[in-house]
């Protein structure tokens, strides 16, 4: 019965907050168990009580301040000066903009509508398709859980019980490589369909560009350097970012007036309370399936299939790329890391960071992949695009994707190597 309400819900288009909440609620219902129906509203509580969560609204505000203060801007305009010159350049500084801004926003979701804005009609005036265009924006969304910092990286290290900090190192190696992956595909597809050849920015214009994007650059230094040097958490790094972005928005570009500060504050909240509802919905739920003890069922049956962990991460690619495309990637992590956390790590000996960074990637691939694919619908809506067609021309960059994940399940160092040093 819990599993048919699961479903229906799930079918009738409820929010999967509500959808997680209720079928919770349902199954300690049917069960009769009055403890655990007492221990609902706990439960509720307790799956938002950490103090590391506090970077994601934190994160969202930063990115919030950036945009609306001109900062985006700056960093596409410091893109150009480093790939626009190349054939299809300016399908390069959608990618170089986007890796930039997810070093900031750590939202995937939140990175393609705001570089959806910013890109996309400027690649269609240089003769660019439509779906082209936002299916590039839309894959650089794959860069913000794996290139610190990540929402999904905070959520990873605060349910696994691993430092946060350690969690962004390790996203570093592969967030580089993932993006390598999509310069070849850029470079490929512009070689196939002639696109034309960028320019140049004038040394004057360079120097301009540099010196009013530098300060831009100064947040995910702030960010990232500040973790990486010790000098601050990430929830502490995300409360700089916030800080830096609304002092050089209003006061070095001069374009965040504070009659804005309201609405950037509202969105700010509405978006990171969908979250956190989202997060305790799906912590009472994780409670219960832990409670019914699938964690061991589950551990039995994958050790009698395999006791190989690279085909143990092959196995988790394959079922959490299913899971992905029906259930929102912060809901599908928060469900999947206490049944399959403890197999990795007790079955199959598999380092925490390697299993967070192949997880969160993999669950971040449903944003784009079809029947629910949250950041196609994005994407559309941000550009006028039909999602099937943006979904066909993202085709060459989720191949990239996949062949990413299996290099990560392969080589364990591509996660661990600088942890470890």
Same mark, same amino acid.
């Given at each position: 019965?819990?599993?048919?309400?699961?479903?229906?819900?799930?079918?009738?288009?409820?929010?999967?907050?509500?959808?997680?909440?209720?079928?919770?609620?349902?199954?300690?219902?049917?069960?009769? /168990? =009055?403890?655990?129906?007492?221990?609902?509203?706990?439960?509720?509580?307790?799956?938002?009580?950490?103090?590391?969560?506090?970077?994601?609204?934190?994160?969202?505000?930063?990115?919030?301040?950036? /945009?609306? *203060?001109?900062?985006t801007r700056r960093l596409i305009a410091l893109a150009r000066i480093l790939v626009g010159g190349f054939r299809g350049g300016l399908a390069y500084i959608n990618l170089v903009a986007n890796m930039m801004m997810a070093a900031?926003?750590?939202?995937?979701?939140?990175?393609?509508?705001?570089? =959806?804005?910013?890109?996309?009609?400027?690649?269609?005036?240089?003769?660019?398709?439509?779906?082209?265009?936002?299916?590039?924006?839309?894959?650089?969304?794959?860069?913000?859980?794996?290139?610190?910092?990540?929402?999904?990286?905070?959520?990873?290290?605060?349910? @696994?019980?691993?430092? $946060?900090?350690?969690?962004?190192?390790?996203?570093?190696?592969? *967030?580089?490589?993932?993006?390598? =992956?999509?310069? $070849?595909?850029?470079?490929?597809?512009?070689?196939?369909?002639?696109?034309?050849?960028g320019q140049w920015p004038s040394r004057r214009q360079a120097v301009h560009d540099a010196l009013w994007g530098l300060p831009a650059m100064l947040i995910p230094v702030i960010i990232i350097g500040g973790i990486l040097w010790?000098?601050?958490?990430?929830?502490?790094?995300?409360?700089?970012?916030?800080?830096?972005?609304?002092?050089?928005?209003?006061?070095?570009?001069?374009?965040?007036?504070?009659?804005?500060?309201?609405?950037?504050?509202?969105?700010?909240?509405? /978006?990171?309370?969908?979250?956190?509802?989202?997060?305790?919905?799906?912590?009472?739920?994780?409670?219960?399936? $832990?409670?019914?003890?699938?964690?061991?069922?589950? @551990?039995?049956?994958?050790?009698?299939?395999?006791?190989?962990?690279?085909?143990?991460?092959?196995?988790?690619?394959?079922?959490?790329?299913?899971? *992905?495309?029906?259930?929102?990637?912060?809901?599908?992590?928060?469900?999947?890391?206490?049944?399959?956390?403890?197999?990795?790590?007790?079955?199959?000996?598999? =380092?925490?960071?390697?299993? *967070?960074?192949?997880?969160?990637?993999?669950?971040?691939?449903?944003?784009?992949?079809?029947?629910?694919?949250?950041?196609?619908?994005?994407?559309?809506?941000?550009?006028?695009?039909?999602?099937?067609?943006?979904?066909?021309?993202?085709?060459?960059?989720?191949?990239?994707?996949?062949?990413?994940?299996?290099?990560?399940?392969?080589?364990?160092?591509?996660? /661990?190597?600088?942890?470890?040093?």
């Open positions: 019965m819990t599993i048919a309400v699961f479903l229906l819900l799930l079918l009738s288009a409820v929010p999967i907050a509500l959808v997680l909440a209720l079928t919770a609620m349902v199954y300690i219902y049917v069960s009769g /168990n =009055s403890v655990l129906f007492e221990s609902y509203p706990q439960q509720l509580f307790s799956a938002i009580e950490s103090y590391g969560l506090l970077a994601i609204p934190l994160f969202m505000l930063a990115g919030e301040l950036m /945009n609306e *203060g001109g900062l900031i926003i750590g939202s995937a979701a939140s990175q393609i509508a705001i570089m =959806s804005r910013a890109m996309v009609p400027a690649m269609e005036e240089e003769g660019y398709d439509t779906p082209y265009s936002a299916a590039i924006t839309a894959a650089g969304g794959l860069l913000s859980p794996i290139i610190p910092p990540s929402m999904l990286f905070v959520l990873f290290g605060v349910m @696994a019980q691993v430092p $946060i900090a350690e969690m962004f190192i390790a996203g570093l190696l592969p *967030g580089l490589l993932l993006g390598a =992956s999509f310069f $070849i595909v850029i470079a490929l597809v512009g070689l196939v369909q002639q696109y034309p050849k010790g000098i601050a958490t990430p929830t502490e790094s995300a409360a700089l970012a916030s800080l830096a972005a609304l002092i050089m928005g209003r006061f070095v570009y001069g374009d965040l007036r504070l009659v804005q500060m309201p609405q950037v504050l509202k969105r700010t909240a509405v /978006n990171a309370g969908l979250v956190i509802m989202l997060i305790a919905a799906a912590g009472v739920f994780g409670w219960v399936v $832990i409670y019914e003890q699938l964690p061991q069922m589950a @551990a039995e049956w994958i050790a009698a299939l395999t006791a190989n962990p690279f085909i143990f991460l092959l196995m988790v690619i394959g079922a959490l790329l299913l899971v *992905g495309m029906v259930i929102d990637g912060i809901a599908a992590l928060i469900l999947v890391v206490p049944i399959l956390m403890p197999i990795a790590e007790t079955q199959f000996a598999i =380092s925490p960071y390697q299993f *967070g960074v192949v997880v969160c990637l993999t669950l971040v691939l449903g944003l784009l992949t079809p029947p629910v694919g949250a950041g196609l619908f994005i994407a559309s809506s941000m550009t006028g695009a039909p999602p099937l067609k943006i979904f066909r021309a993202l085709l060459p960059f989720l191949l990239a994707t996949l062949v990413t994940l299996v290099l990560l399940a392969w080589l364990p160092w591509l996660t /661990n190597g600088l942890i470890q040093r």
